[in-house]
């Protein structure tokens, strides 16, 4: 069946770093875009960061611009968002996502980060 799994949330300071994975199964990884959304409490899913395919073409949230990163490794079946110089704001759950042409979504189960002062 098809899973999303993510992992590497945590509680860190401002100003650290994390490293989120999401790995994929269950489906063709490399026919899917893939993306990362965070929900914080009391607030809308937002998207953060979205990659291509081929992971030639990245877009972020302007809030995360010079920030984060995002890249995947079709070999590996698994996306990642490098996370620097965190903020308190960027306190949220992080759900990692899998879309097909518009028409097909999976999404995981989220990770939690919180960003202490």
């Known amino acids: 069946q098809v899973q999303l799994v993510e992992s590497g949330g945590g509680l860190v300071q401002a100003g650290d770093s994390l490293r989120l994975s999401c790995a994929a199964s269950?489906?063709?990884?490399?026919?899917?875009?893939m993306s990362w959304y965070r929900q914080a409490p009391g607030k809308e899913r937002e998207l953060v960061a979205a990659?291509?395919?081929?992971?030639?073409?990245?877009n972020y949230a302007d809030s995360v611009k010079g920030r984060f990163t995002i890249s995947r490794d079709n070999a590996k079946n698994t996306v990642y968002l490098q996370m620097n110089s965190l903020k308190p704001e960027d306190t949220a759950v992080y759900y990692c996502?899998?879309?097909?042409?518009?028409?097909?979504?999976?999404w995981g189960k989220g990770t939690l980060v919180t960003v202490s002062s």
């Open positions: 269950g489906f063709t990884f490399s026919n899917y875009a």
């Open positions: 996502n899998a879309n097909y042409l518009g028409i097909v979504d999976y």
């Open positions: 990659i291509t395919r081929a992971g030639g073409i990245t």
